[in-house]
């Protein structure tokens, strides 16, 4: 059984403006936003992440003015999201890596803590992106707050055991109105590109 109708058109949607965070003008979703919404997405249960082949490093100690030793962690980890159906099988892997390093921190312990956490963090919601707009996969396009995929073959093509030739056209507008849109680019500095605007034409 493949992926539903109703879920694929929720990945089709744009994440929701106040599920969006914002760290040095880089707009993203939180790893606590990705969990929720895969499991409102694909249910509990029917969807899994492994952390994998973690390494340390580097662990650098930086000593201060006052004496006091301060330790630096980054730790690279990879993040493996399974996807399964409503009835538990599996429908896709989706594998990303990612580096990340502590903040400087008196703890050596807690420096290798808040690496490891923070890393397994980025890594999956880099995994979760692959699954579309509803995990923020337009942000990543200058911070764009409309859609990045606006259809999918797997409804629209009459070959395609999911074609519904009455179903509405995937990809629907975010619910914004235009004082939402130019509050959230603003506070983001997110770019907001026309719900109308043409697909990019891909390089040949």
């Known amino acids: 059984m493949p992926l539903t ?7 089709l949607t744009p994440v929701r403006p106040s599920r969006v965070e914002s760290v040095r003008g880089q707009a993203y979703v939180p790893q606590f936003e990705v969990r929720a919404e895969l499991n409102r997405v694909f249910g509990f249960g029917n969807w899994d992440s492994l952390i994998h082949n973690v390494a340390l490093i580097y ?3 930086e000593e201060r003015e006052n004496g006091k030793v301060y330790w630096k962690v980054c730790y690279r980890a990879a993040c493996t999201l399974t996807i399964r159906d409503f009835n538990g099988t599996p429908v896709c892997e989706h594998t990303e890596w990612h580096a990340e390093e502590s903040a400087p921190q008196p703890s050596r312990g807690e420096a290798h803590a808040l690496a490891l ?14 699954l579309g707009d509803t995990f923020g996969l337009h942000l990543y396009r200058d911070g764009q707050l409309s859609p990045l995929i606006r259809g999918t073959l797997q409804t629209t ?15 629907a507008a975010p619910v914004l109105t235009d004082e939402q849109r130019a509050t959230l680019a603003s506070s983001l500095g997110a770019v907001e590109i026309p ?7 891909p390089a040949t």
């Not at 109708?5 to 990945?11: E, P």
């Not at 093509?157 to 990809?171: K, Q, V």
């Open 117 to 130: 956490t923070s890393v397994e963090s980025y890594a999956l919601r880099r995994a979760a992106i692959n």
């Open 5 to 11: 109708a109703g879920q694929i058109t929720r990945l």
């Open 157 to 171: 093509d009459p070959d395609s055991p999911m074609y519904d030739a009455d179903a509405p056209s995937p990809g």
């Open 59 to 61: 662990e650098d100690p």
């Open 195 to 201: 719900q109308d605007a043409p697909e990019p034409v």
